[in-house]
């Protein structure tokens, strides 16, 4: 199963997920991300925090979504929309559903205010994939109905 990661620049939260569930994610499973708009680099804060949490950062980079390596079975759109940011819509015969974060590139404040913002965006993303890759895929695979109901209700997660 092939889960997209989608959002506009593809510099921070969609490449935090993507390498959060493929760092998670069990056989069969994998993930990648790009942007309706990328910036052309991953923000180099988002490969810092994946460093520390112990994540690879090999390979990930900014990329459009018209430059995809596979077919998506699922897309997850990671854009705040409720933060006046366009959120893309991602066309073609898919299972959708959207986790909103607010993005961390636009934080401001001490480097410790940007540091947390980027935190908070990761452990967002982090609890999120979590419970997404606790459900029993194995069967909700074959229900995709029930499946977009439970993606959407991990939408609504924040960490503890």
């Known amino acids: ?14 490449i935090l997920a993507e390498a959060t569930f493929n760092h998670l994610a069990p056989a069969g499973w994998s ?55 366009t959120c893309p819509l991602y066309l073609g015969p898919v299972l959708r559903t959207h986790w909103g974060v607010e993005d961390p590139a636009h934080a401001s404040g001490s480097e410790q205010e940007i540091d947390a913002a980027f935190m908070l965006a990761y452990r967002i993303l982090r609890a999120r994939i979590e419970a997404f890759l606790a459900l029993p895929l194995e069967s909700l695979v074959h229900d995709p109905a029930l499946l977009k109901s439970e993606l959407d209700k991990i939408g609504q997660l924040m960490p503890a």
């Open 1 to 14: 199963m092939n889960v997209l990661f989608l959002c506009t620049g593809n510099s921070c939260r969609s």
């Open 31 to 85: 993930a990648m991300s790009a942007g309706s708009q990328p910036t052309g680099q991953v923000h180099p804060r988002s490969l810092a925090l994946l460093a520390r949490e112990g994540i690879s950062t090999a390979g990930y980079f900014s990329k459009s979504w018209s430059h995809l390596p596979a077919t998506p079975d699922l897309v997850i759109t990671v854009c705040a929309s409720a933060a006046g940011e």
